[in-house]
């Protein structure tokens, strides 16, 4: 009973911010001595500290508690193909040190390996190792295979595929280690603090370098029977001549392959679109006018329209957002895209763009840490105390 009596207070400190005895003995129902025990305890265990008084009435204040924001930190990282972003916040979601990389990792070994120094590096930042995180969180292209310790579908990072991957993570991380499709972190972080607030069924379409989405129905993570839910970048789309001769039968093609950054490069040299590197570049060679580049831009739109009508056929979305290097130009893709999502489907969801850019699969993964990170730092309630007292007394 003293143990939920700590959980209740706790939770409410984290829900609604400082709060006094007397306002805490309201809101959660417990009596003034329980809420003052469970406070105690709380603080002895480095959970709960005071937050300055407030006035209570004439000539009368209280302490306000708050919950600590230092009792555990969490690890966020974003593996992506282009770029590493990682991130460390305190258990009030607070970013306390971040970094932010090119990726130029050629193998899987050489990205372990990166991944393991900008993290040193960053949790240094923050003024401590990483044995003090107490849960990190990554983000990665790909379908986590937790019994083969493996990432499948994950083709554009090489080598990501192979058997061992996550046990290689966690020998550099440690062992308090969760890694997510990176797709449906952005859905979290969307969620959480981005464009989704308060929508309980919505698909988060990330379009760069792949193609993957991140599905939420009823307010949670929708991942299938297999963890592979919106792996749409699989979708068939058009068809391939397998044979140059022309023997062999075409054979269907994938969206990514349509629609991913690569075939946006490819179809703007098509269009005589020659200097243009990235599909980035590409979008800014539209918004400039450029007739070739604006075409392209026109054809992804159409693309994607086919995506978000598949989709919409199957869940039904409030709403669809649009993130990633691509996904990102919706001042340029939004309005082609609805012209031939309307020519080919009934359903007309809501198409609007995410509102984190680049920073969604990384809040999507502190997001995720805090809410496992918070129940753990109470199970583990008081072991930072004993052994400071320990060190304390070893160095008499």
Same mark, same amino acid.
């Given at each position: 009973?003293?143990?939920?009596?700590?959980?209740?207070?706790?939770?409410?400190?984290?829900?609604?911010?400082?709060?006094?005895? &007397?306002?805490?003995?309201?809101?959660?129902?417990?009596?003034?001595?329980?809420?003052?025990?469970?406070?105690?305890?709380?603080?002895?265990?480095?959970?709960?500290?005071?937050?300055?008084?407030?006035?209570?009435?004439?000539?009368?204040?209280?302490?306000?508690?708050?919950?600590?924001?230092?009792?555990?930190h969490v690890?966020?990282?974003?593996?992506g193909r282009?770029?590493?972003?990682?991130?460390?916040?305190?258990?009030?979601?607070?970013?306390?040190?971040?970094?932010?990389?090119?990726?130029?990792?050629?193998?899987?070994?050489?990205?372990?390996?990166?991944?393991?120094? *900008?993290?040193?590096?960053?949790?240094?930042?923050?003024?401590?190792?990483?044995?003090?995180?107490?849960?990190?969180?990554?983000?990665? &292209?790909?379908?986590p295979d937790?019994?083969?310790?493996?990432?499948?579908?994950?083709?554009?990072?090489?080598?990501?595929?192979?058997?061992?991957?996550?046990? $290689? #993570?966690?020998?550099?991380?440690?062992?308090?280690?969760?890694?997510?499709?990176?797709?449906?972190?952005?859905?979290?972080?969307?969620?959480?603090?981005?464009?989704?607030?308060?929508?309980?069924?919505?698909?988060?379409?990330?379009?760069?370098?792949?193609?993957? *989405?991140?599905?939420?129905?009823?307010?949670?993570?929708?991942?299938?029977?297999?963890?592979?839910?919106?792996?749409?970048?699989?979708?068939?789309?058009?068809?391939?001549?397998?044979?140059?001769?022309?023997?062999?039968?075409?054979?269907?093609? *994938?969206?990514?392959?349509?629609?991913?950054?690569?075939?946006?490069?490819? @179809?703007?040299?098509?269009?005589?679109?020659?200097?243009?590197?990235?599909?980035?570049?590409?979008?800014?060679?539209?918004?400039?006018?450029?007739?070739?580049?604006?075409?392209?831009?026109?054809?992804?739109?159409?693309?994607?329209?086919?995506?978000?009508?598949?989709?919409?056929?199957?869940?039904?979305?409030?709403?669809? @957002? /649009?993130?990633?290097?691509?996904?990102?130009?919706?001042?340029?893709?939004?309005?082609? /895209? $609805?012209?031939? #999502?309307?020519?080919?489907?009934?359903? *007309?969801?809501?198409?609007? &763009?995410?509102?984190?850019?680049?920073?969604?699969?990384?809040?999507?993964?502190?997001?995720?840490?805090?809410?496992?990170?918070?129940?753990?730092?109470?199970?583990?309630?008081?072991?930072?105390?004993?052994?400071?007292?320990?060190?304390?007394?070893?160095?008499?």
């Amino acid at each position: 009973m003293r143990e939920l009596n700590q959980r209740i207070v706790l939770d409410r400190l984290r829900r609604g911010g400082a709060a006094t005895r &007397p306002s805490l003995a309201k809101d959660t129902g417990l009596s003034k001595p329980t809420v003052g025990q469970a406070l105690l305890d709380l603080e002895q265990d480095g959970l709960v500290r005071p937050a300055g008084r407030t006035s209570a009435g004439p000539g009368r204040s209280a302490v306000l508690y708050e919950a600590d924001p230092a009792a555990g930190h969490v690890l966020g990282i974003d593996i992506g193909r282009g770029r590493l972003r990682l991130a460390v916040a305190d258990l009030a979601g607070n970013v306390v040190a971040k970094v932010d990389e090119p990726n130029r990792c050629r193998s899987a070994s050489a990205l372990v390996r990166t991944v393991h120094e *900008m993290a040193t590096d960053v949790v240094g930042q923050a003024g401590m190792a990483l044995s003090d995180v107490v849960l990190t969180v990554v983000g990665s &292209p790909g379908v986590p295979d937790r019994r083969g310790r493996m990432l499948h579908y994950a083709p554009n990072l090489p080598g990501w595929g192979r058997r061992g991957l996550l046990d $290689e #993570l966690e020998a550099v991380l440690g062992p308090g280690l969760l890694v997510e499709n990176d797709a449906n972190l952005a859905a979290v972080g969307e969620r959480d603090q981005g464009a989704a607030r308060g929508v309980d069924v919505f698909v988060c379409v990330n379009v760069g370098t792949g193609i993957g *989405m991140g599905i939420v129905v009823d307010g949670q993570l929708f991942r299938g029977a297999h963890g592979a839910a919106g792996e749409v970048g699989y979708l068939p789309y058009g068809w391939v001549d397998a044979d140059s001769e022309g023997w062999t039968p075409a054979t269907p093609g *994938m969206l990514e392959q349509a629609a991913a950054a690569n075939s946006v490069v490819q @179809l703007a040299r098509e269009h005589g679109v020659r200097h243009a590197g990235s599909a980035r570049e590409v979008f800014q060679l539209a918004r400039q006018g450029d007739a070739g580049a604006l075409a392209v831009v026109e054809q992804e739109a159409t693309k994607l329209a086919f995506l978000v009508a598949s989709v919409s056929a199957v869940i039904d979305p409030e709403v669809v @957002l /649009l993130v990633g290097g691509i996904g990102s130009n919706t001042d340029l893709l939004i309005e082609p /895209l $609805e012209k031939a #999502l309307h020519e080919i489907s009934p359903m *007309m969801p809501r198409i609007a &763009p995410g509102q984190l850019g680049e920073d969604a699969v990384l809040t999507g993964a502190i997001a995720t840490g805090l809410r496992a990170a918070q129940d753990i730092v109470f199970e583990r309630r008081g072991e930072n105390l004993v052994t400071q007292r320990s060190d304390a007394n070893a160095s008499f």
